[in-house]
């Protein structure tokens, strides 16, 4: 097979899956699950393949010469997320087997999975803007069909129009961007626009990286723009570890990573999103820590480790950024399929029903705890060497101000990690329905990513060597020069003392009842429950009292508004302007004069 | 050479006609399909001969053929007129099967190819009167053939309507030619070229584009079209959408190449092109009968032609000019196809309304699926053709770097984003799972319609997945022009 | 100034082919209108135009038109209001446009009108204009087959 | 010597009677009266180029499609009084919208 096509195969696998489940769904449709999973070993095969052929030249195809060269990009940067795409994907849907059994409308979940994993490949590997921008797009619209797939639930459906619609936010400025590039360079290619940023003017320059920065705030659920990711966790379970976890919601960041050449050029707007990044980290972990819903918790994660890596690429550690996306979907993906297993057995997403499921569901507890752990980053998990060199990149960078707040929400991450994990799955038992260990499709997939989790750090070594062809700054390390420069680092000072802190937070947390003496009011309720219950109720009542104030006007005002204006808006103006059309030869003719006395005018101006 | 190619193609038209009508006549219990047969064999015919003439095309050349009719063959011209006959012949085939209650056959198929002729004969004139008469004959045959079911009151009226409007446009166009002879002293486009520099023309330009802009639906001229074009038989529906109401404006687009370098036609063609397309794609949002839904979207789809042709003309970016007519390119076949499904759906289910055709993608599985890509394409979906073309206009617009430039391309982007508001439906409802009243009893159309149906698929996945030849000819096209030739 | 008198007339008769009430009488207005037409042609110097007008133009389209009036026998036209607003509009138009017409555009006044023969125009005809020649053919023959296709007999076509 | 506003004249009368009648045959003869404000035109033109005899042969052609066009025009007359025994343009409204 000619090398060059592999990434073509890569692309048309699952994308011929995608159509093809439809299909099968007519003859076998007990097949469709096993069909989906075999396409999905393909493609994790394939995928497998790729990975010799980074740096390689791919196939290029010139659709429109002068136009439209479309191709594909081999370099890491761009594999890494493909392959996460691949591989998780192909987890997901094994697991799917399992925890999709029962429901309805099997091929269209199938279909969208497959080609939502396309779509991502076909995203990460583009090289020019244009495919990027398309396949961009059609993981919106996938996103936005598989949030709504239980569209019997008004909740569902809802969120899903809400992912959608602020998801829009974010590509308009994205297709702004890349039509300015386009107009100031003549080119949709990826590198060539980027090479010849340094070209544009100043200000035209502002603005195109404005735009960029609010795609991926759009797609990374970024502050201001994150609410629509804790509504998206009405979607099942494997898709919330697939798309808003693993793949789809990195797309920002990727981009923000592949655009780094002309973000760099204007520095102001990289310390923008230094502090986009660690805000949006601070709050999400913020809001984990004080929140009950399971999945929403680790939707909140989600967001704050999303900013930890926003923040990587503002500080200027594109790879840092791109490492922890890469042990963070690992780590993430498992979290929430063990969520999963859990709300399958127990029907609810409230943490405070469960407990004491370390008994009955040994696996899941097991793995769900590696994976915290890897969260909160605990020296040797996946998660401690990239968030250790996140902040570490910080500290070069010196910008004390965001690094700081990324810090705190370390500390933050560290605790609400244990608070879950000690909730969920340790002490006292609370429900009582019962309980069994997942199928072995399900905690099948689980050990492979816990396993993952503990090891994939050791990949750095290829990594790096292979990153100096993406054309940006990373150092050249392998994975024993990593444990050595990790541990002798500022950084991992700093790392340790947040998650020693974060311990001792969580451990003390009935200890800290003394502080109820010198602030009754509020402490008195800390000693009630879980000792953060009330903490929670007021935090939670006051940041949700204005953020949900805010996302319900934006919802129902700004965005409802918007959906009328043109839904019903333009159906008014068809109705209205098709009384033009009176059917009377003599308005017909009247027109004519009309045109004639227009066009007259023009040309006499 | 190239002459006796033309000649060919030419006489095989004419004797075709003749020949096709004298067939239908003779044998009148066999008269559809001897008729139809015929025409179809010389369309064929003269596409092959015409196709050959395309090795021999480059910079504008005269010939004299048959010793009498003298024209001047150049690309771009070639492009349009090979359009219309591969459009012609496929719209023959279909029409064999199609037609098969009407009466009267043996004059319809005549007409059809008279109206072939036509658009041959408007591609290559370069005399402002001869073109004048081409295009009267594009008129009579397009009338006679919008009201050929003369027995049901709407296509008679359409046609009434259509008559008067295009008429009173020809008229324009006369008095404009005589105003032009008044100045000039000659009709002929390559004099007019050199001459017209400085001179006042005001008067000539504002009548051409009225008598032009009526037959290419240019916004408020744009009335007779939602009612021709869906009360004509399918097949006309599609050539009319396809080529016809582009040869209009491929016609004013020589005279103003020739005539209008003093004027600001460009730009009014923007504007025009803006309001044409934003009308038509808001009109087809309600329309509840299939046809006439396609027939405003011709108008919108006429608007981006004009908007890239406009593009060209005023900032000079090739890429409008190459868009524009590319998209005439694919649009004939995009359209066609669109307008032929209708026809395929009417066929089995006696009802244009899109209400009685839900779920009947599930019984007429060909049909349902041309009509998707043809719908897909038609709003620029990729990888199909209208995607390809729409791009280059929007490229075109963006490279002019002019404020109005930018402000075209995105309402055209937003066109494109609001077609979808009644393309997906119209797909939605061939796949719908509830089915109507009528459709569990239909079948798939019979085969010579199917092939027609597959032939413009494929031409419109092929110029969407490669499109390069066909815009590369077509660029090269207007690389050779000078004026209007 | 003859030139003059008989386009006045032309003018005259063509307001009365628009506003008679009677169908028939306008369309016989109208060939009032034609016939002036020819004569001014043959004072500008142009028989042949004239004859092919007179014959044609006042023959030929007033024979069909009014063989089509007796056919249908509807000869009165309802009462149309506000008659006089529009025809002022539209003189008042077509005066604007010849206003700036003369404005915008100076032309050469010919007061002399050549003569012309009928072998001159036929010499052109044949010569000079041949390529003419096909097109008006085909015009011709796409009229007969529209007419035949308008006038067939019988036939119910089904929706389609 | 000026005919041009003869020229203008017929046009203005024929779009007022194309806007303003609503017989067919009005309308018909709105169409005609534009048509013979063109024929003049070309005549009118020939004199004015001092090459009558160009022109002439060219309004002899535009006579002649003029015919052929009023007979079609007339046929479609016909066929709409079989459907609705009606000349009048009011009636020709079911296309709309």
Redo the contacts between chains.
């Keep these: 097979m000619n090398k060059e096509m592999i990434p073509l195969l890569l692309l048309i696998v699952p994308l011929a899956g995608a159509a093809l489940v439809p299909l099968l769904n007519f003859f076998a449709s007990r097949a469709v699950p096993l069909f989906s999973v075999f396409v999905g070993l393909v493609t994790a095969v394939i995928g497998f393949f790729l990975l010799g052929q980074i740096g390689a030249q791919a196939a290029s195809f010139e659709w429109l010469p002068g136009v439209l060269k479309t191709g594909f990009q081999l370099d890491t940067l761009s594999v890494v997320p493909a392959l996460i795409a691949t591989w998780i994907g192909f987890l997901v849907l094994i697991y799917s087997l399992g925890y999709m059994k029962h429901e309805e409308n099997l091929s269209r979940y199938y279909s969208l999975t497959l080609l939502f994993i396309a779509s991502m490949i076909g995203m990460s590997l583009a090289d020019n803007f244009l495919s990027l921008f398309f396949f961009w797009e059609v993981m919106g619209v996938c996103s936005y069909a598989l949030i709504g797939f239980f569209y019997k639930d008004p909740k569902a459906a809802s969120a899903g129009v809400k992912a959608f619609l602020t998801t829009r936010i974010g590509d308009i400025g994205l297709l702004a961007a890349i039509l300015t590039i386009y107009a100031f360079t003549g080119t949709f290619s990826i590198s060539q626009g980027l090479a010849e940023g340094s070209k544009i003017a100043l200000p035209l320059l502002n603005f195109i990286a404005f735009g960029f920065i609010l795609g991926a705030v759009g797609k990374s659920a970024q502050l201001p723009l994150h609410v629509w990711l804790p509504d998206a966790m009405e979607a099942p379970t494997t898709i919330s570890a697939l798309i808003h976890a693993a793949t789809m919601v990195n797309a920002g960041v990727y981009l923000l990573a592949r655009v780094y050449p002309l973000l760099s050029l204007v520095p102001s707007w990289l310390v923008v999103i230094q502090w986009i990044g660690a805000l949006t980290a601070l709050l999400g972990s913020l809001l984990a820590a004080f929140h009950n819903d399971l999945k929403r918790i680790l939707a909140y994660s989600t967001i704050s480790q999303l900013g930890y890596m926003v923040f990587a690429v503002g500080v200027g550690g594109v790879f840092a950024s791109q490492f922890h996306l890469f042990s963070h979907a690992i780590f993430k993906a498992l979290l929430f399929l063990c969520a999963g297993a859990v709300i399958h057995e127990l029907k609810t997403r409230d943490i405070r029903e469960m407990g004491g499921l370390q008994k009955f569901m040994p696996v899941t507890g097991t793995t769900f705890l590696i994976g915290a752990l890897a969260l909160m980053g605990l020296p040797v998990l996946n998660g401690f060497f990239s968030k250790d060199m996140i902040l570490e990149e910080g500290l070069i960078a010196g910008s004390w101000g965001p690094l700081i707040v990324a810090a705190l929400a370390a500390l933050l991450t560290a605790y609400y990690s244990l608070r879950t994990t000690a909730v969920v799955f340790w002490g006292k038992r609370r429900t009582s329905a019962h309980v069994k260990e997942a199928p072995v499709v399900m905690t099948g997939p689980l050990t492979l990513l816990a396993l993952g989790s503990l090891v994939s750090w050791v990949l750095v070594g290829p990594l790096t060597t292979s990153w100096i062809r993406t054309g940006l700054e990373a150092p050249h390390i392998d994975w024993l020069e990593l444990l050595r420069e990790t541990f002798s680092s500022t950084a991992f000072l700093i790392t340790v003392c947040v998650i020693v802190l974060g311990f001792l937070i969580f451990y003390y947390r009935r200890n800290l009842g003394w502080l109820k003496g010198k602030i009754p009011a509020f402490f008195k309720a800390v000693s009630v429950g879980l000792g953060f219950d009330i903490l929670y109720g007021w935090l939670s009542q006051q940041i949700y009292a204005t953020s949900n104030l805010l996302s319900t006007f934006f919802e129902e005002k700004v965005m409802e508004g918007i959906n009328r204006a043109t839904g019903e808006g333009s159906v008014a103006l068809s109705i209205s302007s098709r009384k033009m059309q009176t059917g009377d030869l003599h308005w017909n003719l009247l027109y004519i004069v009309v045109a004639l006395l227009i066009i007259l005018g023009l040309i006499l101006w | 050479m190239s002459a006796s190619f033309l000649e060919t193609t030419i006489s095989l038209l004419v004797l075709g006609a003749v020949a096709s009508y004298l067939g239908g006549v003779l044998f009148r219990h066999r008269e559809r399909l001897i008729s139809g047969v015929i025409a179809f064999l010389a369309l064929l015919g003269s596409l092959i001969s015409f196709s050959l003439l395309f090795r021999m095309t480059g910079a504008s050349e005269k010939v004299l053929l048959f010793g009498v009719l003298s024209w001047q063959i150049d690309l771009l011209g070639w492009i349009v007129a090979e359009v219309s006959l591969v459009l012609g012949t496929v719209v023959a085939l279909y029409s064999i099967v199609y037609m098969e209650e009407d009466t009267g056959t043996s004059k319809f198929f005549p007409l059809l190819l008279l109206m072939v002729l036509s658009v041959i004969g408007l591609a290559f004139a370069y005399d402002l009167f001869n073109l004048y008469l081409f295009f009267e004959l594009l008129s009579i045959t397009s009338f006679a053939l919008v009201a050929f079911r003369k027995d049901k009151w709407e296509p008679v009226e359409a046609g009434i309507k259509f008559m008067v409007m295009s008429v009173t446009g020809s008229a324009f166009i006369l008095l404009g030619i005589s105003l032009v002879y008044a100045q000039f002293g000659n009709l002929d486009l390559n004099y007019l070229f050199t001459a017209s520099g400085g001179a006042s023309i005001w008067l000539p330009i504002t009548l051409f584009l009225i008598g032009f802009g009526i037959k290419a639906a240019m916004f408020p001229l744009h009335t007779w079209l939602p009612d021709a074009h869906p009360e004509a038989p399918s097949g006309i529906s599609a050539m009319l959408s396809g080529i016809i109401i582009q040869t209009g404006l491929f016609t004013m687009l020589r005279i103003m190449l020739s005539l209008g370098a003093s004027l600001p036609w460009g730009e009014i063609l923007i504007w025009f092109a803006l309001l044409t397309m934003t009308a038509g794609n808001i009109m087809a949002l309600t329309q509840k009968q299939l046809k006439r839904m396609l027939a405003y979207s011709s108008i919108a789809q006429m608007g981006y032609i004009l908007l890239g042709i406009g593009m060209g003309a005023t900032y000079g970016v090739a890429s409008g000019f190459t868009g524009g007519v590319f998209h005439i390119i694919t649009h004939a076949f995009m359209k066609g196809l669109a307008f032929l499904c209708a026809g395929a759906l009417i066929f089995r289910l006696s009802s244009g309304y899109l209400e009685d055709m839900r779920g009947a993608g599930w019984r007429m599985p060909v049909t349902a699926l041309t009509f998707s890509v043809a719908a897909l394409s038609l709003a620029g979906v990729p990888p199909f053709s209208g995607f390809m073309s729409k791009l280059l206009i929007y490229q075109s617009g963006i490279q002019s770097g002019t404020a109005l430039g930018w402000a075209g391309s995105l309402v055209a982007i937003f066109n494109s984003v609001l077609s979808l508001g009644y393309y997906l439906p119209a797909i939605g409802v061939l796949y719908s799972k509830e089915k109507a009243e009528k459709v569990p009893a239909i079948k798939e159309v019979p085969w010579a319609m199917t092939v027609a149906l597959v032939i413009l698929c494929l031409l419109t996945i092929y110029l969407g997945v490669q499109p390069d030849p066909v815009r590369s000819w077509v660029a090269q096209a207007f690389s050779l022009l000078k004026g209007g030739f | 100034m003859m030139i003059y008198l008989t386009l006045g007339f032309l003018l005259f008769f063509a307001l009365l082919a628009v506003f008679l009430r009677d169908t028939l009488l306008s369309v016989l207005s109208l060939a009032t209108v034609s016939a002036l037409l020819s004569i001014a042609f043959y004072q500008l110097n142009s028989p042949v135009a004239g004859a092919f007008e007179l014959s044609v133009g006042a023959g030929l389209i007033t024979v069909l038109a009014v063989l089509t009036i007796s056919f249908l026998q509807k000869r009165k036209e309802k009462k149309q209001p506000g008659a006089a607003l529009w025809l002022a509009l539209s003189l008042a138009l077509a005066a604007l446009v010849f206003f700036l017409f003369q404005a915008l555009w100076p032309q050469v006044l010919a007061d002399i009108i050549p003569e012309t023969s009928w072998g001159e125009v036929g010499e052109i005809l044949w010569k000079v204009r041949l390529f003419d020649l096909l097109p008006q053919i085909l015009v011709i023959l796409a009229a007969v087959l529209g007419i035949l296709a308008l006038l067939r007999k019988e036939g119910e076509s089904k929706e389609r | ?84 025994s ?5 009636d ?6």
């Design positions: 010597m000026n005919l041009w506003p003869f020229v203008f004249a017929l046009f203005a009368l024929g779009i007022f009677c194309l806007l303003t009648r609503r017989n067919l045959i009005k309308i018909l003869i709105g169409l005609e009266l534009l048509s013979k404000g063109a024929t003049l035109a070309l005549i009118w033109s020939g004199i004015l180029r001092n090459s009558l005899s160009y022109t002439q042969s060219l309004a002899v052609i535009a006579i002649a499609i003029e015919v052929m066009v009023v007979a079609v025009f007339l046929a479609l007359v016909y066929a709409f009084h079989e459907k609705s009606s000349l009048d343009t009011d020709m409204r079911r296309l709309k919208g």
